[in-house]
Nanobody
Framework: VSQMVESGGGSVQTVGSLILSCVAS????????MCWFRQAPGQEREWVTT?????????RYADSVRGRFTISRDNARKMVYLQMDSLKPEDSAKYYC???????????????????WGQGTQVTVSS
């Protein structure tokens, strides 16, 4: 069974930090790229960041998080992490990790590009 499991969400005050983790198993563990999306109540799912998990560490970030969030990977453990610093109330959302196979140098960022999804972990930032 292919699974993506997130952990590390919680509540934090503005300018605080959190780190999210995601582990892939089964077929999902053999994928080429992993990413994070987030979705706030009543809003569409928003892409946050994508990174390759094979070869070079090509990475892209959404403008809204660039410079504050950092995605990293542990290939041996089939994990990706999202270090979130300088958090703002507008970062509050349910965060999802996702993965897919990908052969283009252009990193995917659309929800439909990803085959495997976790159940999400809630992040709440209070002012």
């Amino acid at each position: 069974v292919s699974q993506m499991v997130e952990s590390g969400g919680g509540s934090v005050q503005t300018v605080g930090s959190l780190i999210l983790s995601c582990v892939a198993s089964g077929s999902a563990a053999g994928t080429h790229v992993m990413c994070w999306f987030r979705q706030a109540p009543g809003q569409e799912r928003e892409w946050v960041t994508t990174t390759k998990v094979t070869g070079d560490s090509n990475t892209r970030y959404a403008d809204s998080v660039r410079g504050r969030f950092t995605i990293s990977r542990d290939n041996a453990r089939k994990m990706v992490y999202l270090q979130m610093d300088s958090l703002k109330p507008e970062d509050s959302a349910k965060y999802y990790c996702a993965a897919t196979w990908w052969w283009s140098s252009y990193l995917p960022q659309g929800p439909d590009d990803f085959d495997y999804w976790g159940q999400g972990t809630q992040v709440t930032v209070s002012s």
